[in-house]
């Protein structure tokens, strides 16, 4: 009787921890203003790249990407445009015809779409089906304590990344999505801690980033305090140019 007791104290506690997760993803998502962002859809253009997130498509949530390629063997530029429905359908378009993709390279191209739209959209994202929110205690950085969550993906909805592992601080006041960090398993590896700074645009405030990684493979709730001590390189900047 008493083991059945401690089962339901721990559904109740995992419950509990579950919608106050939540609760906070959804006073971030109001604070950025990301409500409207299920009406309306947003381009901007990132690496020399124009991308279009809209989530008001019909079937569902429209990735898309326009860009140019050199082709080597004509000594000309392609228009390359690739569309992504719902982070699993995946098209490549070559200056207006369909491209025959072996399995492996749309794969390979629409997990590439589908993260930059990923962090682009934060903290939407984390209130996706595929999300599974847990509430750690607080982070102090520089000071300032933050809301922290630990994020994982299912492996049936979570693409093919669901197996990263994520860490998300909130600022206490705003609920503002001030910093996050990140391991990742695709292309050999790795674990990213990244600064968020705010851009506002059409009553929606973006994140850009500055990116930082450790110099060795250390556990991923160091990385605040890695971060703090000046012990982390920053390896690239995230702009974005919105239209």
Do not use: W
């Amino acid at each position: 009787m008493r083991k059945i007791i401690f089962i339901l104290i721990g559904i109740l506690l995992a419950s509990c921890n579950k919608d106050q997760a939540k609760a906070l993803v959804n006073q971030s998502v109001a604070f950025h203003g990301f409500d409207r962002f299920n009406t309306h859809a947003v381009t901007f253009t990132f690496r020399d790249a124009q991308y279009t997130i809209d989530r008001s498509f019909k079937e569902g949530v429209l990735y898309t990407k326009s860009f140019k390629q050199f082709d080597s063997i004509q000594q000309d530029s392609l228009q390359l445009n690739d569309s992504l429905i719902n982070s699993s359908v995946f098209k490549r378009y070559a200056d207006g015809q369909l491209l025959n993709l072996s399995t492996e390279d749309s794969s390979r191209f629409a997990q590439s779409l589908n993260a930059v739209g990923y962090f682009f959209q934060l903290p939407l994202p984390l209130l996706d089906e595929a999300a599974q929110l847990t509430l750690l205690e607080d982070t102090t950085i520089k000071g300032k304590p933050y809301n922290t969550l630990a994020v994982h993906f299912t492996p049936d909805q979570g693409g093919e990344d669901h197996q990263d592992t994520f860490r998300y601080y909130f600022d206490t006041e705003t609920h503002a999505l001030s910093y996050l960090s990140y391991a990742y398993d695709t292309n050999g590896g790795g674990i990213r801690f990244r600064v968020a700074e705010p851009v506002s645009h059409d009553g929606m405030i973006f994140l850009d980033y500055l990116n930082y990684k450790p110099a060795e493979e250390v556990p991923l709730d160091t990385l605040p305090a890695l971060y703090e001590a000046g012990a982390l390189k920053l390896v690239s900047e995230i702009r974005n140019t919105i239209e």
